[in-house]
């Protein structure tokens, strides 16, 4: 399996406060994603990076923002936490447009 | 509409039978096409990958795709119980990765 890392893996917050979660990848894959999972949803794309310093918006973006600084991090911010933001949130990777993906292992977050 | 659409199931087969999941999708660019596999609790893991109109053979797993028709299935011969689980359809249009909600597959001894 591909070397993705998410972390934490669990976490609880308040409504209101930041919360950033890290997606480390040892593969030097050029595209990372992160993605939401919630019951009766499937996996919904939250933002994706074909690059250091290159992010597009997916489908569900709002309240979310990102940063990657290096081929290997790929950061995701919720400003302000909201209850609606409880969720599991996933990170994958590939190495190039149009080929296979990888995951991580999966944050579960709890905004209280 | 949705860019790509699943049955949600759940789907329910008897041990040994065939489990014919099924995915289409709305944009035409798209090359690449997958299917995961994700037990409960867990990280989705790729099964099949298809890139080419036809039919691609992996064990027990045949994956179909139309690109004409913008419809890809995938076939599970001899089902087993370790089967169950959630299937989830992906497709990359445009360098975006994007799922299907997933069809569940229930196998019953």
């Known amino acids: 399996d591909a070397g993705i890392t998410q972390s934490p893996r669990h976490k609880v917050t308040e409504t209101g406060t930041p919360v950033t979660l890290r997606c480390h990848q040892t593969e030097n894959h050029r595209y990372m994603y992160w993605y939401r999972q919630d019951p009766g949803h499937g996996l919904r794309l939250i933002h994706y990076?074909?690059?250091?310093?290159?992010?597009d918006k997916g489908e569900v973006s709002d309240g979310y923002s990102v940063s990657r600084s290096k081929t290997e991090d790929f950061l995701l911010t919720l400003e302000s936490a909201t209850s609606s933001q409880t969720s599991v949130y996933f990170c994958a990777t590939n190495p190039g447009q149009n080929t296979e993906a990888f995951f991580g292992q999966g944050t579960r977050l709890t905004v209280v | 509409q949705k860019e790509v659409e699943q049955n949600s199931g759940p789907l329910s087969v008897p041990e040994g039978a065939i489990a014919s999941l099924n995915c289409t999708y709305s944009d035409r660019v798209s090359q690449s096409f997958f299917w995961y596999r994700q037990y409960s609790g867990k990280s989705p893991e790729l099964i099949m990958s298809?890139?080419?109109?036809g039919d691609k053979e992996d064990g027990r797993f045949t994956a179909q795709l139309n690109k004409a028709s913008q419809y890809v299935s995938l076939l599970i011969r001899d089902s087993q119980p370790s089967d169950s689980a959630t299937y989830l359809c992906?497709?990359?249009?445009?360098?975006?990765?994007?799922f299907g909600q997933g069809t569940e597959l229930s196998v019953k001894p």
């Open positions: 990076s074909y690059g250091v310093k290159d992010t």
């Open positions: 298809i890139y080419s109109n």
């Open positions: 992906a497709v990359i249009p445009g360098g975006k990765l994007i």
